[in-house]
């Protein structure tokens, strides 16, 4: 382990130079000197006056090496939390403001808020809340502030947005999460009596969305993937799995909870308790799901979702799905249309979504296929389908409210 002060030739600011384990990672201090005045065999500032900068440069050292020891201790030294513990030093030694109470600083906050969820929330959950802390702490880095919770108000919210769309090109529902999980440090954060400040409930405040546009696969197309041969086993069992999905509707996650033993009802149903929700749900088994499950005596072979979204994409083109789709989403605030071939779209989610679709287009109840699919509102499942106007028009038209009325 070594922290080494250096200055940059030509350059006037010094920089801390670390190396530890396989790791190095240099970030500048902050301080700003005459070239040459600096020795870095001694480590110190050559002049008249320079006493202070002496004491500024070992208070840094001795920082980092704290920081060093207290992350290997956590088990989470890496680049990322290195240099961000620099500019935290950094802020710390330099910047006359930072004495401010780290439980008035919204990232601190969001730090010890997802410390304390770790076994609580789900991985997935953790991860976006990873990223919403990743996002605030390189606002405060590119705009040069301090994110307190009393500075949290609509100007804040609408330059991050803008910060989100302009710097980071961010899509408009990446953008959406973002806010969502800054709501709920804010909101946590008011519970535990930190702040006051409840500008966060404003209907100004919002989470940005839009629509997302995604394919689904109807049942001729699902009749072609279940009756072409594959050349390999590898995508038969991909085909397999993506089957299974459209004619149960379990997300990615859930691919493991399909076997054997959540079969109830004399076989005729499944039980499975979801990742995402740890709802219990009950889906009726299709015969399709039904055979493929005899087919692996009950158990499929899994694969990483990684490998499954390649291969699918294969079993698509094999089976001949390579008409174009055009598909729109915004993007750095401009709307971006992307052309492909339909196999190239096709993923684990697109199972899930023909399940919602096929089944609503077949007459299912849709109270029925949300208790399956999780969805909590008919607004927000009937955005999830993919059923055009003129096909509810047409389901509708079988109702037999439509049919020969008489006068």
């Known amino acids: 382990m070594k922290v080494t002060i250096r200055q940059k030739s030509g350059m006037q600011y010094l920089y801390a130079d670390i190396t530890v384990s396989s790791l190095r990672v240099k970030g500048t201090l902050g301080i700003s000197i005459k070239e040459g005045k600096f020795n870095p065999k001694t480590q110190t500032v050559h002049g008249v006056g320079e006493i202070e900068t002496n004491i500024l440069i070992n208070s840094f050292k001795s920082e980092i090496l ?240 990684q490998k499954f979204n390649q291969y699918i994409k294969e079993v698509c083109r094999i089976v001949g799905l390579t008409d174009s789709v055009t598909l729109t989403r915004t993007c750095g605030g401009k709307k971006i249309k992307t052309t492909s071939e339909k196999c190239d779209v096709v993923s684990s989610h697109t199972a899930r979504r023909s399940f919602a679709t096929n089944a609503y287009k077949a007459g299912v109840p849709t109270l029925a296929i949300m208790a399956i699919t999780g969805h909590r509102t008919e607004k927000v499942f009937l955005k999830y389908i993919k059923v055009t106007k003129e096909e509810h028009a047409s389901l509708a038209s079988q109702h037999e409210f439509f049919k020969g009325r008489v006068a």
């Open 66 to 305: 704290s920081l060093i020891r207290v992350l290997q201790q956590k088990g989470e030294l890496s680049n990322a939390n290195l240099s961000n513990g620099i500019n935290d030093i950094r802020l710390k030694l330099t910047d006359p403001d930072f004495s401010i109470d780290n439980d008035q600083r919204l990232v601190f906050y969001a730090k010890r808020f997802i410390e304390n969820s770790l076994g609580v929330r789900k991985p997935a959950t953790l991860k976006q809340l990873r990223n919403t802390l990743t996002k605030l702490e390189a606002y405060e880095r590119t705009k040069k502030v301090k994110l307190t919770f009393d500075k949290i108000d609509l100007t804040f919210y609408n330059n991050l947005v803008a910060h989100c769309i302009t710097d980071l090109n961010l899509s408009t529902n990446s953008i959406g999460n973002i806010i969502k999980n800054l709501k709920t440090f804010l909101h946590s954060a008011f519970e535990e009596g930190i702040h006051q400040n409840l500008i966060y409930r404003s209907r100004y405040f919002k989470k940005p969305s839009e629509e997302s546009e995604a394919i689904y696969l109807n049942e001729e197309e699902l009749f072609l993937i279940k009756t072409t041969i594959m050349p390999n086993q590898h995508l038969d069992n991909v085909r397999d799995l993506f089957l299974l999905a459209c004619y149960t509707g379990v997300r990615s996650q859930d691919y493991d909870k399909l076997n054997k033993n959540s079969l109830i009802n004399g076989g005729t149903m499944l039980k499975v308790r979801t990742e995402k929700t740890d709802e219990e749900v009950i889906i009726p088994l299709h015969t399709i799901a039904k055979s493929i499950l005899d087919k692996y005596n009950g158990t499929p072979r899994l694969i990483s979702n």
